[in-house]
């Protein structure tokens, strides 16, 4: 039973081996009678060979001999194929899709020595969605081959010359064109001579050979050229903004892998690439169209590039030499692409030389080096042709802590920034005055830190607007910056835990002053200013021409200027609080002409002055001491300006504040000891209180021992009046007011006060008006004068306080020296100086009528004798007539 089991098995198996022995035979017998008929009918190809054999219990297809060319080749609806095979062997190849479904599918292809032109059918129906004719191998070999490849439009796409060949997994539609991708694999090995590709109208690849050993690609002359010139691309392309030439004499690649719309690679090498970009005046779309593609390059490396990057008029922008590049495991996709920097990496380091940027300002760099974790420029050049910028700098350096994206977000840690002999001028353009556009940086993680800024050895000049600054021997440091946005987002802050700098012989100059400083040393804790002066551009005369209205010019010098407290400058929270401030030995002059018109503005007193600082500032303790202080006034009338001198100068003020800390007194009370005109001991004693909206003050001093001349310099020439004699041996004055006004009391106490009133054309003694004005001045107070009463004494809104303060002053004088009538007194002195006038006129016609009388009389004298004679004989004859009548 058993033996005849196996006995039928054993039948049955070579019975069926029979069959399909005879049909592989009969196949093939009709295959190679009839396959080429079959083909020409039902496809669109007309095929021809030598020899052909096919199994069909496996697939494998072998053919020799063979020649290929399309039916219709001007039918674009399916690919086209010409030229010839010399050896066509197909692994698995599926018949029955082949016949039936019309679709090419193997598992495995090998071409020996194809000479082949291969027209692409047209694009995707986008309609359906379907395409046409795919084609599908999974494994292709070539050996040998001439392989070009056209477009449905007859233009050449891919071209390749001795190509040898092995892909797995290739695909090849009409869909990875046009996602700029012809061809899609897992692995490969290629090699190949002048290789062509041409994937649009602007653009043709060229490399003259590639090859492959052990998954290592090599590629030379690899070319980029633009199939138009810079011109024809704008005028044809008017919405592109780039044109892009390469050239690669050599290239490396390691394990490329192109998966549908993925390109990895690994160790990727350029050598000596030489880039070129031209940019147009294209306006940038603000759509974004979503990344359809992923780069993975696991690393790249690029030595001795040239980059150039011309602008649309055919200047340069960019240029750069010797650029090598290093990156480490290098990705961009869909998420990278929304990012602030659109690719992530492991490490990288770039170098380069001779760097030039030029679009306004040109920026010139002999050398840099970067890598995540540091940046280094030498030898940068900054010119401007429109500002006259000249800048240069020994070194730019910077050390990098933490750089990464954290939710989309570029997250920075800076540590330090080092800046090294910079020297030269730096010009800022002023620009017209906009409303801020919101600065839009959602990239990027605030605030970001710098730890540390240093600036060494510089000697800058800062000029805005005609206005330069100027440092020598600048040494800066700044710790733990932070910038941060703006509320408002309208642009950046910054905030410095602290901070220290120093320059010598810094100065800025500005319309009318040039201020210096001989040295400085600035922190966020203590100042020290060696050597102030701020001095005039410009003589008093030129500056009356220059001003509108009315304006103080200042000459002001100071030994040394010193503060100690703590003070936030650079922050949004701007604040200053100084517990003491110390100005040893200023000079300072000021001049004011009443020449020019009178400054309408109301003049606000020092507390609101004081209170409308918005930044907090609180000085507890500021003394200015061993100064000088000198007031010159002048008028249209005056014989050169009036002068108070205030030398010896001491001032202690306590509380100067703006009033904005809470807790913290603000009545300002400030104490002056001086000499007044170099002659008498002057003491003040000034208050007021910068919260109170009333704007209240109190003021009073006291001098003694004060010759009356001293004060010529300023009476003489603005008043036309000089005191001759006396002194004031006393002078009180305690005076309280607000914006309105003042009231208070003044004492004074003088002795032998004499005055002489002053010709105001030629400067010489008026003696009459001087005897007259003397008969009504009170000459001597008395041991013990009583104070007089200071009342009512207006303000001009426009004037200073110091203005109101010298009313009071005057309003004092007045009372005591011609007494509390001042009204009834000054028009007494009024009518005796017309009577004086009147009396000096009588006697002035007095002694034109005795002149006219002598000179009449010796014209009589000096008459002829004959009209004496004739004179005579006229009054005889007039006698006689009568008679002889």
Known sequence: MKKSWVKKFLITTAILLGIVLLANFGFNFWLKNKLPDYIKKNTDYKVSYKMLDVDLTTGNIFVTGITVNNKNPQNTEVIGLQGTVDTLKVSRFGIFDALFNKRISSTDLLLGKPNLNIILAKPVDEKTGKKKNPVMFENIRINKGEITIFKHTKQTFLKIEQLDLYVEN???????????????????????????????DIYALKIDKITTSNGQMSVNNFRLDPLVT???????????????????????FKDVILKKNRVSLTQASFHHPDLTVYTTEAVKKNTKKPVNFEVNLKGIKMDNATVQIIKPDGNKLLSAKELNLNINELEFNKVTSEEMIPVRYKDFSITGKDIAYFNGENIICESFGLNPKKGEFRNIEITSPKTATDLKLNQFAFTINKWETIDKKLNLEVNEVLVDRANGIFKVQEKEKTVPKKLQLDGVQFPLVVKKVTVRNSNIVYEKGNRPLTFNDLNASLNQLEIKQKSDGSGLGFDVKNYM???????????????????????????????????????????????????DLYDITAKQITALGNWDLFSTNKSVNASNVTIQSADANIFRSKIPKDDPKEKALYSKMLRSIKVPMRVDNLDVKNSVLVYE???????????????????NVKNLSSAKAKGKPTRVDIKIDCSFMNLSPLAVNWNFDVANTQDNFAISGRTTNLPVQGINPFIRPYLHVTATSGTIQEMLFNFKGNPKGLNGTFNLKHKDLKIAILDKKNHEKKGVLTAVANLFIKTDSGKFPEEVAVENVERDPTKSFFNLFWKGIEDGLKKTLIGKNVDKTETKVKKAVSAVKDMKSSVNELKQEAKNTKEQKQQEDTQPKEKKKGFLKNVFKKKETPETE
Do not use: C, W
């Open 230 to 252: 810079f011109d024809q691309f704008k005028q044809k392309y008017p919405q592109k903004k780039q044109l892009f030439q390469f050239n690669i004499p050599k290239m490396d």
């Open 170 to 200: 290739l695909q090849m539609t009409e869909e990875s064109v046009e996602n700029k991708l012809p061809v899609v694999f897992d692995s490969y090995s290629i090699k190949g001579m002048n290789f062509f590709f041409q994937p649009d």
């Open 501 to 551: 700098f120093s320059t010598k012989n810094f100065s800025y100059k500005t319309k009318f002053y040039n201020m210096s400083i001989a040295n400085i040393e600035f922190g966020n804790d203590k100042v020290r200013i060696d050597h102030f002066a701020m001095k005039p551009l410009v003589s008093r005369a030129q500056f009356i021409k220059m001003i509108p209205v009315e304006r």
């Open 633 to 651: 006034e002048d008028t249209p009338e005056s014989a050169g300006p009036g002068k108070l001198t205030f030398s010896n100068f001491n001032m």
